[in-house]
C-alpha cells in the first residue's frame, strides 16, 4: 500500500488528508486504456499485448511510448485515413515529423516503395526504427534522419517523393513550408496535419502559392490540408 496525500486550500491555509491505497499492477493498469484502433476496414492499429482483432488486416503493431503517435489521436488518424484512400504502390514518402514511425510504417505497409522519417528529437528516431522492427518492416525501405539535410542525402539529385506528410502543428508547417515544398515532385502530393479549423486558412493561404490545396477531411475540430504540387 502506498499513502497519498489530498492537499485543499481552505482560507489560504492548506489542509489534506492521508488515505492508504491499494498496490496494484500499474503496468496492466495502464495497458488496458489501450485498445486497437480500427482506421479503415483493412488498417488496424494494435498494441503489443493484444491480438488482432483481423489478422487479415494491415496490422500497424505500436505500443504507447516516449516518441508522440499512438493512432488515437485525431491529427493521426487523419493522415492514416489519407495514406489508406491514396497511397500509390511504388510511392516514395516523406514523414515529417515522424514520432513514433506510425504513419512511416503504415506507408510501406501499405505499399509504399521507400520512406524517409525526419524528426528533431533522437529519441523519436530511435522509437521510430524499434517501431519498425516491430513490424517486421523491410530495414532497406527506410531512412530515418534527425535533420532534413541528412535525410535528403538519401534522395537521388533533383529527385523528389511522391507524398510528404506533416503531421506537426500550424505554426511549424508555415515555417517550414519551404523545405516541405522543395521535397514534393511536380504533381505529387503534400499532407498537413496538426492544424485547428481555425488555423486551417492561414496554413493554406503559405502552401496555395505551389500547390492547389483543399481541406481533405476534419475530425473533432482538427483539420487535414492536402494539395497536388503545380
Not at 170 to 191: D, F, K, S, T
Request: charged content about 20%; glycine content about 6%.
Amino acid at each position: 500500500m502506498r499513502n497519498v496525500a489530498h492537499v485543499a486550500h481552505i482560507k489560504g491555509q492548506p489542509d489534506y488528508r492521508i488515505e492508504r491505497v491499494e498496490e496494484q499492477d500499474w503496468v496492466r493498469l495502464t495497458q488496458s486504456q489501450f485498445d486497437p484502433i480500427q482506421i479503415s476496414p483493412r488498417l488496424w492499429i494494435v498494441p503489443t499485448w493484444h491480438q488482432s482483432p483481423d489478422p487479415a488486416a494491415i496490422n500497424l503493431i505500436l505500443d504507447p511510448g516516449l516518441a508522440f503517435g499512438t493512432g488515437s489521436h485525431p491529427t493521426t488518424q487523419l493522415c492514416l485515413g489519407w495514406l489508406d484512400q491514396n497511397l500509390q504502390p511504388g510511392d516514395r514518402v516523406i514523414d515529417y515529423g515522424c514520432g513514433s514511425g506510425i504513419l512511416a510504417i503504415a506507408a510501406i505497409k501499405l505499399g509504399a516503395d521507400h520512406v524517409t522519417g525526419i524528426d528533431i528529437d533522437p529519441q523519436a528516431i530511435a522509437a521510430s526504427q524499434d517501431n519498425t522492427l516491430r513490424n517486421h518492416c523491410d530495414p532497406a525501405k527506410f531512412v530515418f534522419a534527425t535533420t532534413h539535410k541528412a535525410a535528403d542525402q538519401d534522395l537521388q539529385p533533383n529527385e523528389r517523393v511522391d507524398v510528404v506528410v506533416a503531421n506537426i502543428l500550424a505554426n511549424p508547417l508555415i515555417i517550414l513550408a519551404p523545405i516541405l515544398v522543395q521535397a514534393v515532385r511536380e504533381g505529387g502530393h503534400i499532407v498537413l496535419s496538426g492544424i485547428l479549423q481555425e488555423q486551417a486558412e492561414d496554413v493554406r493561404r503559405v502552401y496555395q502559392h505551389w500547390f492547389d490545396m483543399h481541406i481533405a477531411n476534419e475530425q473533432e475540430g482538427w483539420v487535414l490540408l492536402t494539395g497536388i504540387k503545380r
